[in-house]
């Protein structure tokens, strides 16, 4: 008896699921959800009116069809159509509102966000005229998702690691470098970088591996989600920005902005002083070839031009022209940043700074200028070529000694301006400097 009525139950479920398959079979536009409605891909305008209509009433399975393409008929519009509006819509209201409260609203039955993070992905791909659009009605959803520590979307840590790898994506996407750009293009990318946080997250997606955020890495792991792809594209994007920004305007103040950006949100980890710059310093020890020209270039755009310079940077540079540089192109373009770096301002203007001077020398900087005139002084071009080597280290030195002058000056005022007696502290670090061997105070 309970064997016939266990077979009987097996086969209503068969039945209903083959039902089930011919009715989606019939309804290929993926509009026959809770209305009943029959209506397939030949429906014209009046199914595409049914499948908006569906999406504003966050309908799932008219959305999941609808974003997995078997619903897209040719000459469909994401924008025309009004999909586009209608999923801008939820998502600017995912700051104040959780994600059950707005399906409530509308009567929906949709399962999770991240159905409308696809929508706003596969539009920008598929239909490259709506990405102004997008980037201009995404302010409270960038908001949502740069905060990498509260990690909110509709109130839900949940919905933000659905959502936060695709989101990724759609700025790659839409700030994807073209040959050929156009005045919409250069707007979408300033409008992107206009959200607060925006430039600043887009620096440390890229660093999301090495450990560097391993809470993240976990929460995505357990949604099935890798950020590989993510973290890779990131700093293509930086690699694009850093080339290509413009030196007037606001690209300076971007350039700086990406420069001096820490690789880790200081929230999460406020030990954690390395800049974006530096790390390029870092990354040029071990890359080769064609990405060791395109880093050389980002490391001297950040350094010579926007002058991104911390003590890191400064550690990075003369480690790398100490232990790393083998040929006396590299060891003369080391010498010229440094050359730069002890300096600071903007390009016109710039005056040698005695704390970055003081931190490069107890980093390494005159062994470093001793050194490369021991293993390149034999060189055809040490002396003589349009900038030799040789007028670069003895700018340097002359740097070094100029701030070392002004400081025995500065001592010497203090020791006879205070009072009849002497300073013997102040007045021993100036007999201690006049000790320093010639060949290191010049």
């Known amino acids: 008896m309970g064997s016939s009525s266990k077979k009987k139950g097996q086969q209503r479920k068969a039945a209903a699921k083959k039902a089930l398959s011919a009715a989606e079979a019939v309804n290929v536009s993926g509009v026959g959800g809770s209305d009943g409605s029959n209506s397939n891909v030949a429906g ?5 009116s049914k499948i908006v209509a569906k999406v504003r009433r966050g309908n799932n399975y008219a959305t999941k069809r609808l974003t997995s393409g078997v619903s897209i008929e ?3 519009s994401y924008e025309e159509s009004g999909v586009l509006s209608a999923v801008l819509d939820f998502f600017n209201r995912c700051e104040d509102e959780t994600f059950d409260g707005v399906m409530n609203s509308v009567g929906g039955d949709l399962k999770s966000p991240s159905l409308w993070m696809y929508t706003l992905v596969r539009a920008s791909h598929v239909e490259p005229s709506c990405k102004l659009l ?4 995404i302010g409270p959803l960038a908001r949502c998702m740069c905060n990498d520590m509260e990690r909110l979307l509709f109130k839900s840590n949940k919905h933000w690691r659905q959502v936060i790898v695709m989101f990724v994506n759609l700025v790659i996407n839409v ?6 750009k156009t005045l919409e293009d250069e707007k979408i990318v300033d409008t992107m970088l206009q959200y607060d946080g925006m430039l600043r997250s887009i620096v440390q997606w890229g660093y999301w591996g090495e450990q560097r955020r391993p809470d993240i890495i976990k929460e995505l792991k357990s949604e099935g989600f890798t950020s590989t ?9 930086i690699e694009v920005l850093v080339l290509n920004i413009g030196m007037k305007g606001e690209g300076r103040n971007r350039l700086v902005e990406i420069g001096t950006t820490p690789i880790v949100n200081k929230d999460y980890d406020p030990n954690c002083m390395i800049s974006c710059t530096a790390d390029l310093v870092h990354l040029l020890k071990t890359s080769k070839d064609k990405k060791y020209k395109r880093i050389l270039g980002m490391v001297q755009r950040l350094i010579v031009d926007v002058d991104c310079v911390d003590k890191g940077v400064i550690t990075e540079v003369i480690d790398w022209g100490t232990n790393c540089v083998l040929n006396y192109d590299d060891a003369l373009k080391v010498g010229m940043m440094l050359m730069e770096m002890i300096h600071q301002g903007p390009t016109i203007n710039k005056y040698v700074c005695d704390t970055r001077v003081a931190f490069a020398i107890r980093s390494g900087l005159i062994e470093l200028c001793l050194g490369f005139m021991k293993r390149f002084g034999k060189h055809e071009s040490f002396v003589n070529d349009k900038l030799p080597m040789h007028d670069v280290i003895e ?6 000694n100029s701030v070392s002058l002004l400081r025995r000056q500065q001592m010497l005022l203090e020791v006879s301006g205070r009072s009849s007696r002497p300073n013997w502290s102040v007045l021993n670090k100036w007999i201690s400097l006049q000790a320093i061997p010639s060949a290191k105070r010049r």
């Open 44 to 48: 014209g305008n009046s199914n595409q």
């Open 134 to 137: 997008i980037v201009q009605n």
């Open 395 to 400: 700018w340097i030195l002359e740097g070094i």
């Open 175 to 180: 700030m994807e470098n073209k040959a050929d």
């Open 74 to 76: 040719e000459g469909f």
């Open 229 to 237: 792809m993510s973290i890779l594209m990131s700093r293509r994007v």
